[in-house]
Structures are given as structure tokens and as C-alpha cells.
């Protein structure tokens, strides 16, 4: 219960929820797509049980990436991984980035399909997820497991909506991309490895957080607007 007067507590959980709804976004997608040859009376079946198994899978995920963020150098190659994830999320995105993925008429051969493509794709939400928890203290799983709660009716019944207001209010993506070097900066100064050569105050954790958050700003514009003199 202390944990829950805690400002760092629902500022996590917050972070949480945004990380999840932004690098979420495609799994209400993939799981149209792959339930999309069901018939109609097994499709929301397909939708729902396709959903619980790849929650329950990240949360298992999410479980083991909390441990390994112990390890001495692991937290520098997540926070290299967030960095680029958050540069990517500020870039045009192809509109055929789910063509790839199939479809089943079949129920559990939907299911199978949802959570096979939500590993794949993850890492991203793992590692951000992760993270972010880690101000959470001894509360880090329960932390993550009450924010992706909390988002899955977001992500799946809502995505269209999230989609429209990330389109009509494009600065939601870029602090979302703004995030992921915010953590990524705290994630690589708190590495094991540099605090055995450093003495990491609170002030150094959060110049190294707002270098990452400006860093992925800088070069996603960047290559924002390198990628628009290209198409014209």
C-alpha cells in the first residue's frame, strides 16, 4: 500500500501505459489480420484468446527482463535497443508493414498466430517496459502487470482511436519516441558496469535521461526530414 503513495509509483505506471499504447499499437493489427479468416461467430473468440496468451507471454518475458537488468553491460545494449527503437518510432511508417502476416480459419491456428507474431514482435515493449518498472523498486512486476492491465482495453478495443489521435496529434509520437531515450539514458548511466567506475547521483540519472530523450529527438527529425527530400 505505501508503494501506492509513492509519486515515482504512478509516474512508472504511466510510463507504462503510454510505452505500451505506443509500441502496442500493431498488436491490435496483427490480430485483426490473423483472426480475419475466422468465422464471424469464432472471431472474437480468436480475438480474445489470442490476446490473454500474448499478454500472459510478455508478462513471462517482462518477468525474466527485470532479472537480466542486473547483469553488468545488458542494461547499455537495452538502452542502445531503446534508442533505436524510439528513432524508428519517430519515422514515416510503411503501410505494408503487416502484409506479411497470415490468417487461420481455424481457432486455435488464429490464436497460435497472434501470439507467435506478438514475440516477434516484443522486444521492443519488453525492454522499454522493463525499464521503465525499474523505478518501481520491489513492486516492478506488480507495476508492470497493473499497466499492461490497464492497457490491453486501451490497445485492443481502442486502437482506432489512439491511431486517429496519434494522427491528428503527431507531437504524442514523438514524446512517445522522446520517452524511450529518456529511459534509455537512465537504463545505460545505472548499468552495473558503469556504477562500478561511477558514482551515479540522482542529478547525473537524469542529465543522462534528458541526453537521450534530445538525442532521439535530434536524429529521428533528422531523418525525418532527410527521409522527405528523398520522396520529393
Known amino acids: ?18 510505452i505500451d499504447i505506443l509500441l502496442g499499437g500493431d498488436n491490435a493489427v496483427v490480430i485483426a489480420l490473423a483472426c480475419r479468416g475466422l468465422p464471424p461467430a469464432q472471431r472474437k473468440w480468436g480475438i480474445i484468446w489470442g490476446t490473454v496468451g500474448a499478454i500472459v507471454l510478455r508478462v513471462i518475458l517482462i518477468a525474466f527482463a527485470l532479472t537480466l537488468l542486473t547483469v553488468p553491460y545488458l542494461k547499455l545494449v537495452g538502452a542502445i535497443l531503446l534508442v533505436w527503437i524510439g528513432i524508428k518510432l ?5 503501410d505494408d508493414a503487416h502484409s506479411n502476416i497470415s ?22 515493449n519488453v525492454l522499454a517496459i522493463a525499464g521503465a518498472a525499474e523505478s518501481a523498486g520491489q513492486h516492478q ?13 486501451i490497445i485492443v478495443a481502442g486502437s482506432q482511436i ?19 531515450g529518456w529511459i534509455a539514458g537512465q537504463m545505460a548511466i545505472t548499468d552495473p558496469a558503469v556504477k562500478q567506475w561511477l558514482t551515479v ?15 532521439v529527438l535530434g536524429v529521428g527529425l533528422y531523418l525525418q526530414k532527410r527521409s522527405q527530400r528523398v520522396r520529393e
Request: proline letters at 5%; hydrophobic letters at 60%; charged letters at 15%.
Open 90 to 94: 519517430l519515422m514515416p511508417q510503411d
Open 103 to 124: 490468417s487461420s480459419d481455424r481457432l486455435w491456428g488464429a490464436v497460435k498466430i497472434v501470439i507467435v507474431a506478438d514475440l516477434v514482435m516484443s522486444v521492443d
Open 162 to 180: 489512439v491511431l486517429r489521435l496519434m494522427e491528428r496529434f503527431p507531437h504524442i509520437i514523438t514524446a512517445g519516441g522522446m520517452l524511450l
Open 141 to 153: 512486476l506488480g507495476l508492470v502487470i497493473f499497466g499492461l492491465l490497464v492497457s490491453i482495453p
Open 201 to 215: 547521483t540522482k542529478p547525473m540519472e537524469y542529465s543522462a535521461a534528458v541526453f537521450g530523450a534530445l538525442f
Open 1 to 18: 500500500m505505501e508503494a501506492l503513495a509513492s509519486p515515482e509509483f504512478w509516474v512508472a505506471v504511466g510510463q507504462v501505459i503510454l
